[in-house]
C-alpha cells in the first residue's frame, strides 16, 4: 500500500428509529492504492473521530443514547435541520372562518354578460 494514503472527511447524519436521537459524525475516508498492484485498484477505510479504523459507518451505526441498532442515515445537516425544527416555536395561523363556495347550479341563469 502506498506510504500517503488520501483522506478525504465525511459527514453523516443518523437518526435513530428506536428513540428517535439524531446526531452527526465526521469520519476520514482514507483511499489506499497498492503500488504492487498493476490494477491500480484502491482500497478505503473509514478512521472515526477518535482516530479508530473501523467498517463503514453505514453498516454498523449504533445510537450513543439509547444502543439502538435500527439507525437510519441522513443526509449530512438533516439531523440538525429536524432538531431546529423540533424546538422553534412555531407561528400560528390566523383562524379565519372557511365558508364552502357558492356555485351556481342548472337551474339558476348565469350572470350578467357570461353566455
Known amino acids: 500500500m502506498t506510504a500517503e494514503p488520501r483522506a478525504v472527511p ?3 447524519a443518523f437518526t435513530c428509529g428506536d428513540c428517535g436521537h439524531s446526531w452527526e459524525a465526521t469520519f476520514q475516508v482514507m483511499f489506499f492504492t497498492d503500488p504492487t498492484d498493476a ?3 484502491t482500497t478505503q477505510e473509514y ?3 477518535e482516530g479508530r479504523a473501523m ?3 453505514l ?3 449504533v445510537c450513543p443514547k439509547c444502543g439502538g ?3 437510519h442515515v441522513l443526509e449530512a445537516g438533516l439531523a440538525e ?3 431546529r425544527a423540533e424546538h422553534e416555536p412555531r ?3 390566523e383562524r379565519r372562518l372557511h365558508l364552502p363556495h357558492r356555485h351556481s347550479g342548472p337551474s339558476e341563469p348565469p350572470p350578467d354578460g357570461a353566455p
Open 10 to 12: 465525511e459527514t453523516f
Open 39 to 41: 490494477s491500480g485498484l
Open 47 to 49: 478512521v472515526d473521530e
Open 55 to 57: 467498517r463503514s459507518p
Open 59 to 61: 453498516a454498523d451505526a
Open 69 to 71: 441498532r435500527t439507525v
Open 81 to 83: 435541520r429536524a432538531r
Open 91 to 93: 407561528q400560528h395561523h
